[in-house]
């Protein structure tokens, strides 16, 4: 089992809608969850990062997280042609072996149409 | 807040040349700092990291090795590069443990 999974995509939404982007870890003890932005052919830049079970919400994004069911989830209201990028999702251990390491999933590709 | 600043910004080497990448960050101190890769069609993989001067923890074995010489400076070696070191490498930067890493710009290089 792959430990961080995300749907390759691309998800394509017209502008103005809802982007629906998901993820789901498999080590359940972990404790920090990020989302990331990349543009093609430029570096990760941070989204979002959410700690606790529930809605984290800034500006357009939404996170969401769920540790019973280890999901985590990020939400674009009106989405804009400026948001097509590949969205990564990242998980923390957050303590313990590996708690240096952020495990990243392949990510999800955003095509937003105008 | 904290740059990072990585070079070169783009490379092309030959199979068996040698490697050297170097990533340095302003606005911080005592960071840690992670080398990253991320291949064609593949997800970020980390490769080292350091909490201090000298100190590194490598999470792949390779021909590929790092260095911290200086605080805020972090260099990503290779002896003799193959076809599969061709990749996206970033440099990346947080405080703490689980704190957000924050990535440079990052270097393309290409293996020939």
């Known amino acids: 089992q792959k430990e961080v999974e995300q749907n390759s995509g691309p998800l394509s939404v017209p502008e103005g809608a809802i982007a629906s982007l998901n993820c789901t870890y498999s080590d359940r003890g972990s404790q920090s969850f990020f989302w990331y932005r990349q543009y093609s052919g430029k570096s990760p830049e941070l989204i979002m990062f959410i700690y606790s079970n529930g809605d984290k919400e800034d500006g357009r994004f939404t996170a969401q997280l769920n540790k019973a069911s280890q999901y985590v989830s990020l939400l674009i209201r009106d989405s804009q042609p400026s948001d097509s990028a590949t969205y990564l999702c990242a998980v923390n251990k957050g303590s313990g072996a590996g708690s240096y390491q952020l495990t990243f999933g392949k990510g999800t590709k955003l095509s937003v149409i105008p | 807040s904290q740059t990072i600043h990585q070079w070169p910004a783009t490379l092309v080497q030959p199979v068996g040349s040698p490697l050297s990448l170097e990533c340095t960050v302003e606005?911080?101190?005592?960071?840690?700092l992670y080398w990253y890769r991320q291949a064609a069609g593949r997800g970020l993989q980390l490769l080292f990291y350091s909490v201090g001067i000298g100190q590194i923890s490598s999470e792949v074995p390779q021909n590929l090795s790092a260095s911290r010489p200086q605080d805020r400076q972090f260099i990503l070696s290779s002896k003799k590069l193959l076809l599969s070191d061709s990749g996206f490498y970033l440099c990346a930067s947080n405080k703490g443990v689980a704190d957000t890493q924050y990535f440079g710009p990052g270097t393309r290089l290409t293996v020939l």
């Open positions: 606005g911080t101190s005592n960071p840690n």
